[in-house]
């Protein structure tokens, strides 16, 4: 038994106190000294094994970059980490001896030929559109005398507003054309003003654009970047489930807590079911480096009446320190509990097909 756990005194103590909290409200109890004890001993532990991961690959960055402060290696296998040296929680960046260059981007420059425009400083645009009052469809009623005339305007005209038909422009026929287009249906383009060219707003009429390489330096500094990691990988190791009934109530008991490290031996006090549920967790892993276990236990006794008392209590030791007890309804309780409800199911259905 662990030096922690109490005694069937203390036990019966806490029942005790319990019981005189509530005024033996639910009328005659059997003495604490009628209750079987069943005694739970939990184990709920976290084993972190930190699992090492090595990997170089190629880098580059706009412009000159200072790289001094980063640990420098030959071979990325055979690097010792230093004393002060831990990839715990967040990767350790090395370079690779030798590999820094600064050297000129592909681009030339530092610009590059805008992509919206491929370097013609312009987007092109049709000069004319459909109408947006008749779109194209019945500018003119008097269309095909439109043959002997120009089929198309040297100056488009600008949209016009819906309304009544007016002269139009192509055959001069009154009160036929559509207001919008004047005849022609259609109309010259707002955005380009019928020239066929809109400024291309990607390059400011440059046609070239910052190369977003080397952020229009025009040099890239290339180097190795060797990378070393922890990844943690966890084991979870719960022999025992805690009880149903209070499984909330535990999660402010007082659990006794425990931290082990990689060397460190498991206490002397865990019984051998939990040390024989421990060992095949801690054995170390491929390329493990370090390893950490968090072991928390608590003994949870289980009081339950010899009797046919309708309550059983959980008694185990708050976050204080001291024990306390948890009341809660025994399974021969819930079966009365539902016997009764039934019952009177029965009688409100009794009574309710008499009255009807």
């Not at 532990?45 to 090595?54: D, G, L, P, Q, W």
Request: proline share 8%.
């Amino acid at each position: 038994m662990a030096t922690d756990d109490p005694t069937d005194d203390e036990v019966h103590a806490a029942i005790d106190a319990c019981r005189a909290r509530i005024g033996f409200r639910r009328g005659s109890a059997p003495p604490v000294g009628d209750f079987r004890l069943t005694r739970l001993h939990l184990l709920e532990a976290t084993i972190t094994h930190h699992i090492e991961n090595r990997e170089q690959k190629p880098r580059h960055a706009p412009g000159i970059v200072d790289l001094s402060a980063l640990p420098l290696y030959d071979n990325l296998k055979d690097y010792k980490l230093g004393p002060h040296e831990s990839p715990r929680g967040r990767p350790l960046v090395l370079l690779q001896r030798g590999s820094a260059h600064l050297g000129p981007c592909n681009c030339g420059n530092g610009r590059r030929q805008c992509a919206r425009c491929a370097g013609r400083t312009y987007w092109t645009c049709e000069p004319a559109k459909a109408c947006p009052v008749c779109s194209g469809v019945s500018p003119c009623t008097q269309y095909v005398l439109h043959g002997n005339l120009p089929g198309t305007p040297s100056k488009l005209p600008k949209p016009g507003q819906p309304g009544e038909r007016v002269t139009c422009q192509g055959c001069q026929t009154a009160d036929s054309a559509c207001p919008g287009c004047r005849g022609w249906g259609r109309v010259r383009c707002d955005d380009c003003g019928a020239s066929g060219r809109i400024a291309c707003e990607e390059c400011g009429r440059k046609g070239t654009v910052e190369c977003g390489t080397c952020t229009g330096s025009g040099h890239l500094t290339t180097w190795t970047e060797g990378r070393i990691t922890w990844v943690p990988e966890l084991d979870s190791v719960v022999p025992v489930q805690r009880p149903s009934r209070i499984k909330p109530a535990l999660d402010s008991a007082g659990w006794r807590k425990e931290f082990l490290k990689a060397d460190d031996p498991l206490p002397d006090d865990l019984s051998p079911a939990h040390r024989s549920a421990l060992e095949p967790c801690l054995r170390p892993r491929d390329n493990e480096q370090d390893r950490e276990a968090t072991i928390n236990r608590l003994t949870v006794v289980e009081a339950r009446s010899s009797g046919s008392h309708h309550y059983q209590y959980y008694v185990f030791r708050g976050s204080d320190g001291r024990l306390k007890a948890e009341e809660r309804i025994s399974k021969d309780g819930r079966r009365m509990l539902w016997a009764v409800a039934a019952i009177a199911a029965l009688i409100l259905l009794a009574v309710l097909l008499t009255v009807a």
